[in-house]
């Protein structure tokens, strides 16, 4: 313990290597010499796509790699202790005392079976650092500090007696109770609403500052890291590709990739792309009181109701947005518009005539015309087709292709959304997610529909990614003259496609307006609230933010 | 029998070198086993050396020797073409059984799943409740009733097997049947046979297969017992199985006799399963 004599900084990440075996026996370089300090009370975020080896480094801070990886060189030094050098004991003994976790699901991280109370305090008891009453009162001072409502009591509760919100500030306060010099957030709002990340965010940023511990702060969203970071470092395939102060990552940028991720947050506004307008000319889709819901039906009217009395018109070669959070019933809007889910009541419209409320009342045409995407390109997928067998099938099915024919308009399909034409021996999983993505598009295209209901169709994918898929869609609208409904959590880049918003609530449309009068002339409180809670690339942001807490009770599910 | 794709690649344009069929050797040597045993019991009249119900020597239990290679059993019979005649029998029943039986087990589940509602219901509580009479006991009925022959087997085996494999398919199919996939294959406006064929099958093939391996094990386990009651192959030819039963009392004369036919089973039965263990991920893994 001869360290230098100006401050030394608490966490020193020197080389570091972490390899892995995949499946097939291959040995793979997953961290490529990775570098980095943190100074004592400081957070660090680390950011990246997805596979950039971000949480890799966070968990190795604990000396811990996840199944079939392992730390084959570099050093890792915590306060005193040389984590890499560690025995296993040893390591077991700085975890939850010296270095402690926030996971991203909460939800998975709790114990369904025991009270709050005493998942938080185990630690506290595993390590025998406190008699229980103090740590219960340590605990409840936690939740305090973490802005819980009902402290003294909420840790009597079970985890699915409170919302999800709260349950990631109450796994931040497990962290917090044996007073850790680090603290590792693996994506801990990622899985939140952005009404509900504020909070969260604004009470781990709070705790931070008084506790005085450092942070790694594992995200891919740059605007979140904003908020609470000092020093942000950008990782990209297991190699630091910018390290700098917060403001200058944000401000003044040097690496290409970098700049790439900035720019992917700029918002582009959609330029309406309007074709020679017929006059009188029927809307693509519309929708009149449209009702649905799921469960039994009694007395004509499902167990649970989730759309209530939903009417929009789409016009032919406009876009429509949807946006909302989690059970705001968007997805369910999609389902029912598709048939998969009937409506119960109202009815839908495709180009005038009205629609059978179930698939299986619908004719082949209709169904070619309206085609629907889904979020999740890995299951919407079948992993035993090819893909050319997957974007084969809708052109036999629909337009009697077969043979030689049909494989030219395969690979016309597969340039169309920009991918090889020697794709098409490929199985899906050897597809990364922005090409599954494309495909699931291109078997969408290959019924020549004129509407494509996307239902969050970029909301699995990185920034970059997903700014490609969405200028692709643009591209793709301006030469085959699609209408789309456009399906988000994510107002900006609803923003980015869509002429007209509706934003809903607990499955009503509560504010249908242009998309480029969202951000200013919203009127309805649960919209303005929802466009407020959106996180700016500013670093004062959160600080700044001030929201009407009637609003919040009355609207956001904390 | 790895080259499969290697011939057939004509397409001008770059097929990637993906994975092809292969299996490692353990694979292989199942599959070398099972084809040999399908060889013996196909070709058994012409390898046996003495007809198989024949008293060739006037002492029971006989030794290993030059005209006998596998010994005689309890009555003096050549073992080895017992169990070479044997082969058609334990080979030929468990094999067309298992077939039946989760052919019609799998399609049927994948209907239930597919369709659901009340044609789920009532095939699910009708297969249910059949499940509950106990297999050999079923067997000893219908065997009595309508006498034995390999058909009535067969089909007996059959009928004792197929809800398992009914039960095992649904599940896997209701798992996928709510995949993404299915649902747009759904909103294309497919009809079950498709949805059945192209998007489910596919998917549950790895786990269906490794359950025909077991129930195939399963199957001469049975077939053994029935004949063990009498009920099985009639004599004098007989199954493995029978052959063990009916050769178990020589192990205190320290007679081979019931070690050959044991052998053949434990064979036959481990080799199935090294084979089905390690089909080529190509076709194993296509559910994950």
Redo the contacts between chains.
Sequence with gaps: MTGTHTKPPLVSVRDLKIGAVTDSGREVEIIKGVEFDIAPGEILALIGESGSGKTTIALSLMGHTRTGCSIDGGQIRIGDNDVTAMSRRARARIRGTEVSYVPQSAAAAFNPSKRIIDQVIETTEIHKLMPKAQARSKAVELFRALALPDADTIGNRYPHQVSGGQLQRLSAAMALISDPQLVIFDEPTTALDVTTQIEVLRAFKSIMAQGGCAGVYVSHDLAVVAQIADRIVVLRGGEVQEEGTTEQILTAPTHPYTKELLAAFEPSPHQSVAIAEAEDQSPILEARNLFAGYGAMRNGEPAAKVLQDVSFTLERGRNLGVIGESGSGKSTLARAL???LSPYSGEVLLDGHRLHPD?TG?S?ED?RRM??V?Q?AD???????SVGNILA??LT??HGLRGKTREKRVIELLDMVHLP??MR???PS?LSGGQKQRVNLA?ALA?EPELVLCDEITSALDTVVAAAILDLLKELQTELGLSYMFISHDLSTVEAICDDVLVMFKGEVVEALPAHEMSEFATHPYSRLLISSIPRLDTGWLAGLEQDPELIAQFANR | MTPVSETTRVSEDTKPSGPTFVFNWVGRVGLAVILFWALVALAGPFLSPYPPGEIVDWDYFGPVSSDYWMGTDYLGRDIFSRIIMGARYTVGIALAAVTLACTIGVVLGMIAAVAGGWFDMILSRFLDAYNGIPSLLFGLVVVAAVGSSILVLVLTLTAIYMPGSYRFARALAVNINTMDFVTVARARGEGTPYLITREIFPNILGPVLADLGLRFVFIVLVLSGLSFLGLGVQPPNADWGALVRENIEGLSFGAPAVIFPSVAIASLTISVNMFIDNLPTRIRDRSE
Aim: glycine share 6%; aromatic share 10%.
């Design positions: 598709a048939g998969i698939l619908r082949k169904l085609q629907i889904f999740l299951t919407a997928l079948n992993p035993g087709h099938r809708p099915f629909y034409a020697n021996h490929r199985a050897e078997r019924a």
